[in-house]
């Protein structure tokens, strides 16, 4: 999408968690399945978000509530924060503020993840591209 959009070279794209449980890891086989069979591949492993990426990211998007909570306990730790914290899912078109982790539920859970994910950045970059 960012590179559809044109930003790809404009903008830095990461992906990071609240918590290190799987930092290092590779994404979930099923996730992976998922984002194959949409015809994408990663590589990408499992980061925990630092301090410096407050400073450094003008957004840092998050999935529910809990992210929401933990990076903004995070953030008060952080002098010079640059980034706006917000849920990827106020950006859905179809109001589903929330994006459910999908690790306890099916394969289908995964593609309505992925769904959602697709529409949210869509409309982020609408907004900000």
Same mark, same amino acid.
């Given at each position: %999408?960012?590179?559809?959009?044109?930003?790809?070279?404009?903008?830095?794209?990461?992906?990071?968690?609240?918590?290190?449980?799987?930092?290092?890891? $590779?994404?979930?086989?099923?996730?992976? @399945? =998922? $984002?194959?069979? *949409?015809?994408?591949?990663?590589? *990408?492993?499992?980061?925990?978000?630092? /301090?410096?990426? !407050?400073?450094? !990211?003008? +957004?840092? $998007? #998050? %999935?529910?509530?809990?992210?929401?909570?933990?990076?903004?306990?995070?953030?008060?730790?952080?002098?010079? =924060?640059? @980034?706006?914290?917000?849920?990827?899912?106020? +950006?859905?078109? &179809? /109001? &589903?503020?929330?994006? /459910?982790?999908? +690790? +306890?539920?099916?394969?289908?859970?995964?593609? %309505?993840?992925? &769904?959602? =994910?697709?529409? #949210? =950045?869509? @409309? !982020?970059?609408?907004?900000?591209?």
């Amino acid at each position: %999408m960012a590179t559809d959009t044109g930003v790809v070279d404009k903008w830095v794209i990461d992906s990071g968690a609240t918590s290190d449980w799987n930092t290092g890891s $590779l994404p979930d086989n099923r996730g992976m @399945a =998922c $984002l194959r069979s *949409h015809g994408t591949e990663t590589s *990408h492993r499992a980061r925990q978000v630092t /301090k410096d990426d !407050f400073m450094t !990211f003008d +957004y840092i $998007l #998050c %999935m529910d509530e809990s992210n929401l909570r933990e990076l903004n306990r995070k953030v008060k730790s952080v002098k010079n =924060c640059k @980034a706006k914290i917000e849920l990827l899912g106020s +950006y859905d078109p &179809q /109001k &589903q503020l929330i994006i /459910k982790d999908p +690790y +306890y539920g099916s394969d289908n859970d995964f593609e %309505m993840v992925y &769904q959602q =994910c697709v529409r #949210c =950045c869509e @409309a !982020f970059l609408e907004a900000n591209a």
